[in-house]
Structure formats: C-alpha cells, structure tokens
C-alpha cells in the first residue's frame, strides 16, 4: 500500500489528482481494501472466484449469470453487477480502539465459456496424470492433498491397485472453471468494469512486448540523454496503444480484431523515403483505410 500512496504522491506533483486505481488479484486482501476504502480512492481489483465474499455473490445468481439477456458479443462474456456490504475495519492507535462499519461495494461477475472448456481440458489432463502416477506409484506430479481430494486408492492382493475419481469433488471443482470477477467501489455496469480493467492489460502485455515491436530489444546506447529519448518514444508508443484500444471499443472493432490483428493489418503499408524528395506511400487498401478512419485519422497518401 505504501508504493500506491507514493505513487498517487507523485502523479499529484504532475496534476493528476483524481485518478482511479485498477490492480491485480495480487493486491486483493481486506487489509489493502481497508486503505483504499479509508483514503477514499476509487478502484477496480480482480479477486480470485474462491473468496468467499465473492463466491457468496455467484451461488445467488449461478443459475442466472451465463443466460443470454447477460452475453456480451462483444467480449464474448455473460456478466452481471451486484452490490454488496463490505465490513470496513480501520484501527485508531492514536485512540486506541478499532471502528467497524458497512461500506458499499460492487462484484462485477462474469462467465467465458471459451476460458471454462479450457480449464476443463486442463484439469482433465492433470487427472489424467495424475491417475497413471497412482497406478504406477509414482506420485511426481502433485502434493498429496491433491490426490486424497480427488482419487479414492484401493489396494487387494487379487486386484492390485485400483484408482477411482471423487466425482462429486472433481465437480464441485469444474462448477466454476470459466467465472472470474473485480471488486469495485464505484457504481459502474459489469462491461465499463472489464474495459478498464482490460485497458490496464493492454499496457502490461505491451510493456512485455517492448523488445519486439516497440523496439527495445537494446538499450545500449551511447550517453544517458539518449537513453532518455528512447524510453520516451517506448512511452508514447504506449500512448499510442491505449489510444487503439480505446477506440476499437468504442467501434466495436474487437468482435473482428484483436489489437494484435489490427496492427498487422495496418503493418503491410510500406512507404519509401529518398532525400529531397517528399514520402512515397504504397497502395493502402480500402480496407486499410477503413481501419484509419474508425482511429478518426486521415489515412496516409
């Protein structure tokens, strides 16, 4: 929480007063919450679907959730918003005592079944796996919990081992494979909620991406000013992602192109450049121009 607070300390130095923090599941527990909640900040924090408070939520609507009056096209995602009472904790030392109250909070709930078959192909495997390992004695792959939840193991002198699942675990497992949600405290429907969060996503990915299309695979370079200039373009090439992705939302590009597609597509678009001359653009296709015009920028001619 204090790298947050020193952050927010110095994006106030550059005018950004109000800002709006999105963060990972890695910084969800009720303690960072609680600071947030006491500094009055606005978030949206992913949560894992195990918590209890948010488990609580999905069992009211389960049945409800993955119907079509609640799909996305989209995202490709069925998602709901609830409301719900968080029990806010603040200590007092300089009092002494410890004041408890309700704040109100959002859950922001939603079903992929794409990411559901996934998981359950992934799961099957490892039960696949870990199944052989039983039969052969050979346990490698998991602790021994994770074989007691799912495998009952049997053992006859006629029969030798004989391995059966926990079928009743293994689906109380799948029964949420495909969900996953955001705690908000500001009211907002479930689809703003995942485009923010998602926006944060598109920064991450590109920074992760710096060697390869923004090219930053090196950053020798020969004077410490130069190192400077460098990151700023990165830096703006980051910018210039953000402002992609916002409006390929807004026109609802993302159900043709991902923010990856898109880039290739506008990539073939060579030009030449020869001294003293002005620049030389090669065919840009209707398509392309097309592409141009939903970003609001005249195409290149």
């Not at 998981?119 to 994770?146: G, M």
Request: charged share 30%.
């Amino acid at each position: 929480m204090k790298t947050v607070q020193n952050l927010l300390c110095d994006l106030s130095t550059l005018g950004f007063d109000k800002v709006k923090l999105v963060m990972d599941r890695g910084f969800y527990s009720e303690a960072n919450i609680n600071a947030l909640l006491k500094e009055h900040l606005k978030f949206i924090v992913a949560t894992k679907i195990s918590l209890s408070i948010v488990r609580a939520e999905l069992d009211k609507i389960y049945d409800e959730l993955a119907t079509f009056p609640n799909l996305n096209e989209q995202y490709d995602v069925y998602s709901q918003t609830v409301m719900r009472e968080w029990d806010y904790v603040q200590e007092r030392p300089y009092k002494g005592d410890v004041i408890r109250y309700k704040r109100r909070v959002y859950i922001h709930l939603y079903y992929n079944i794409d990411k559901s078959a996934e998981d359950q192909r992934n799961f099957d495997r490892k039960l696949l796996t870990c199944k052989r390992e039983l039969l052969s004695e050979q346990r490698i792959k998991e602790p021994e919990s994770f074989y007691k939840k799912y495998f009952e193991v049997k053992e006859t002198l006629k029969r030798g081992i004989q391995v059966e699942v926990k079928q009743d675990a293994i689906n109380q497992a799948k029964r949420y494979y495909g969900y996953f949600a955001f705690l908000s405290n500001e009211k907002m429907d479930s689809i703003t909620a995942l485009e923010l969060y998602r926006n944060k996503d598109v920064i991450e990915k590109a920074f992760g991406n710096l060697k390869e299309r923004l090219n930053m695979r090196r950053t020798l370079v020969s004077s410490e000013k130069s190192l400077d200039g460098k990151l700023f373009t990165a830096f703006v090439g980051l910018e210039i992602l953000s402002y992609i992705k916002l409006h390929m939302q807004q026109k609802t590009l993302f159900s043709d192109y991902t923010l990856q597609s898109f880039l290739d597509k506008l990539d073939v678009i060579e030009c030449f450049e020869n001294p003293g001359y002005e620049l030389c653009i090669g065919e840009v296709l209707e398509k392309q121009k097309k592409l141009y015009e939903a970003m609001d920028v005249l195409p290149p001619a």
